[in-house]
């Protein structure tokens, strides 16, 4: 199956992003924080994905791809930070994320080819790719399926570890992705009506930051208007409500450690060491063995699983250095 080509630029670059007005006189800014310098749409197959880009037009391209229930606008604080050096940082909002279309069924298949057609829309060889969480573990299956097209992988924090589930025989393991698929598409046959609860700037932050509860209220705040839509009643995460939190479609993202041993480009992986609910619990000892050969471990300790956001400079230190 080819891949789309990208769908004409929006057109819109710095100067016009950060004019756009703060929501209800709130100041939409964030020390640190830079919105991207252009916007474009990326078709994969029908369904049209939110593709930023910070830096230069010509400079070097690196793929950036997000976590679950996230957005390319949390690496607001990151993606400025290389692009200052020089690098093109692309990232896109998943489907059913932020401002990229909705689907009627979402599977981990499908993220990887978005991810494809992304990459496509950039460059026909190879370029270094970043992610973090769901979009680390994502970055893995990309780089596992396509080592010809990354050439040197950065994994934030996205490195479920098998000790969160035993391991099953082969013959169990068939039954499990019946049941998987079963329930997946229960809750999508429940969720497909539904619609996201409304509020305010300040509800929307506060219910995320339940989740994030490292990171600092006044973040929370700067990307309600990013991620979310202010509509009559209040506004909403744009999240397509029928995703549900721990999958993504039929997928369990402990199944995506296995990759990570065969690779064979250039691999760093940083884990953030204060445990939160949003992480998958991985420890040092569970990613040190399966490194591949001239992989990279960094542990960072006094960060949570957002470590991109929480120390945004050491990160960008870690992956400049990486990608030299």
Same mark, same amino acid.
């Given at each position: 199956?080819?891949?789309?080509?990208?769908?004409?630029?929006?057109?819109?670059?710095?100067?016009?992003?950060?004019?756009?007005?703060?929501?209800?006189?709130?100041?939409?800014?964030?020390?640190?924080?830079?919105?991207?310098? #252009? @916007?474009?749409?990326?078709?994969?197959?029908?369904?049209?994905?939110?593709?930023? $880009?910070?830096?230069?037009?010509?400079?070097?391209?690196?793929?950036? =791809?997000?976590?679950?229930?996230?957005?390319?606008?949390?690496?607001?604080?990151?993606?400025?930070?290389?692009?200052?050096?020089?690098?093109?940082?692309?990232?896109?909002?998943?489907?059913?994320?932020?401002?990229?279309? @909705?689907?009627?069924?979402?599977?981990?298949?499908?993220?990887?080819?978005?991810? =494809?057609? /992304?990459?496509?829309?950039?460059?026909?060889?190879?370029?270094?790719?970043?992610?973090?969480?769901?979009?680390?573990?994502?970055?893995?299956?990309?780089?596992? =399926?396509?080592?010809?097209?990354?050439?040197?992988?950065?994994?934030?924090?996205?490195?479920?570890?098998? !000790?969160?589930?035993?391991?099953?025989?082969?013959?169990? #393991?068939?039954?499990?992705? %019946?049941?998987?698929?079963?329930?997946?598409?229960? @809750?999508? =046959? %429940?969720?497909?009506?539904?619609?996201?609860?409304?509020?305010? +700037?300040?509800?929307? %932050?506060?219910?995320?930051?339940?989740?994030?509860?490292?990171?600092?209220?006044?973040?929370? *705040?700067?990307?309600?208007?990013?991620?979310? #839509?202010?509509?009559?009643?209040?506004?909403?995460?744009?999240?397509?409500?029928?995703? !549900?939190?721990?999958?993504?479609?039929?997928?369990?993202?402990?199944?995506?450690?296995?990759?990570?041993?065969?690779?064979?480009?250039?691999?760093?992986?940083?884990?953030?060491? $204060?445990?939160?609910?949003?992480?998958?619990?991985?420890?040092?000892?569970? /990613? /040190?063995?399966?490194?591949?050969?001239?992989? !990279?471990?960094?542990?960072?300790?006094?960060?949570?699983?957002?470590? @991109? +956001?929480?120390?945004? *400079? #050491? +990160?960008?230190?870690?992956?400049?250095?990486?990608?030299?």
């Amino acid at each position: 199956m080819t891949i789309a080509a990208p769908v004409p630029t929006a057109g819109r670059d710095r100067a016009r992003l950060a004019s756009e007005p703060g929501p209800e006189g709130v100041d939409h800014s964030y020390p640190g924080a830079r919105r991207p310098d #252009r @916007h474009r749409w990326v078709d994969s197959h029908g369904l049209r994905l939110s593709t930023w $880009e910070w830096g230069p037009a010509d400079g070097p391209p690196v793929l950036f =791809a997000h976590g679950g229930f996230d957005f390319a606008g949390t690496y607001d604080c990151l993606a400025p930070l290389l692009a200052d050096e020089g690098w093109r940082v692309v990232a896109w909002d998943q489907r059913g994320h932020g401002d990229s279309d @909705h689907a009627p069924l979402y599977s981990w298949e499908a993220d990887l080819r978005d991810a =494809a057609a /992304v990459l496509a829309s950039v460059t026909d060889g190879a370029l270094p790719v970043l992610g973090h969480s769901k979009g680390g573990a994502l970055a893995l299956q990309l780089a596992d =399926a396509c080592p010809h097209r990354v050439s040197r992988l950065v994994n934030l924090d996205g490195l479920p570890s098998a !000790r969160s589930w035993p391991d099953v025989p082969e013959h169990h #393991r068939t039954r499990l992705r %019946a049941e998987e698929l079963e329930a997946w598409l229960d @809750h999508r =046959a %429940a969720a497909g009506t539904k619609d996201r609860r409304p509020g305010t +700037i300040e509800d929307l %932050a506060t219910r995320r930051g339940r989740m994030n509860p490292r990171l600092d209220p006044a973040w929370l *705040r700067y990307v309600v208007p990013i991620g979310a #839509r202010r509509s009559d009643d209040g506004w909403r995460w744009k999240i397509d409500p029928s995703m !549900r939190m721990g999958g993504f479609g039929p997928w369990r993202p402990e199944w995506s450690m296995w990759r990570l041993p065969s690779l064979g480009m250039p691999v760093l992986c940083v884990l953030g060491l $204060e445990l939160e609910v949003m992480g998958w619990g991985t420890l040092p000892e569970d /990613v /040190v063995p399966n490194l591949p050969p001239g992989g !990279r471990y960094v542990g960072l300790d006094g960060a949570g699983h957002f470590l @991109h +956001i929480e120390q945004p *400079r #050491r +990160i960008a230190d870690l992956v400049l250095e990486h990608l030299s």
